[in-house]
């Protein structure tokens, strides 16, 4: 069993920054994929980032530019610099990550932005 937290959300004005972090209670290097989601009120989970072994990274097209996502495989934590945010950025956002086949979620970090 992997247990990961997020932490960092808040409420930010539009324009601000926020990171997040994901802490893993196991050691990322042994994860292919990590990932952060996110779900606004009333629509679906959406992939927001992504980043696989070796370190390749794909953004949705809606945050390419203003979000960036790395890891730090010492602290076995992920992190989702988020920058420039928007009111649409407002959402509830989780990680993801896949270990030997197997993916764990944690239980979300709430962002707010305000305009």
């Known amino acids: 069993q992997v247990r990961l937290v997020e932490s960092g959300g808040g409420l930010v004005q539009a324009g601000g920054s926020l990171r997040l972090s994901c802490a893993a209670s196991?050691?990322?290097?042994?994860?292919?994929?990590m990932a952060w989601y996110r779900q606004a009120p009333g629509k679906r989970r959406d992939l927001v980032a992504h980043?696989?072994?070796?370190?390749?990274?794909g953004y949705a097209d809606s945050v390419k530019g203003r979000f960036t996502i790395s890891r730090d495989n010492a602290k076995n934590t992920v992190y989702l610099q988020m920058n420039s945010l928007k009111p649409e950025d407002t959402a509830i956002y989780s990680c993801?990550?896949?270990?030997?086949?197997?993916?764990?979620w944690g239980q979300g970090t709430q962002v707010t932005v305000s305009s």
């Open positions: 980043m696989i072994s070796g370190g390749s990274t």
């Open positions: 196991r050691s990322i290097s042994s994860s292919n994929y």
């Open positions: 993801t990550a896949r270990f030997a086949g197997q993916s764990y």
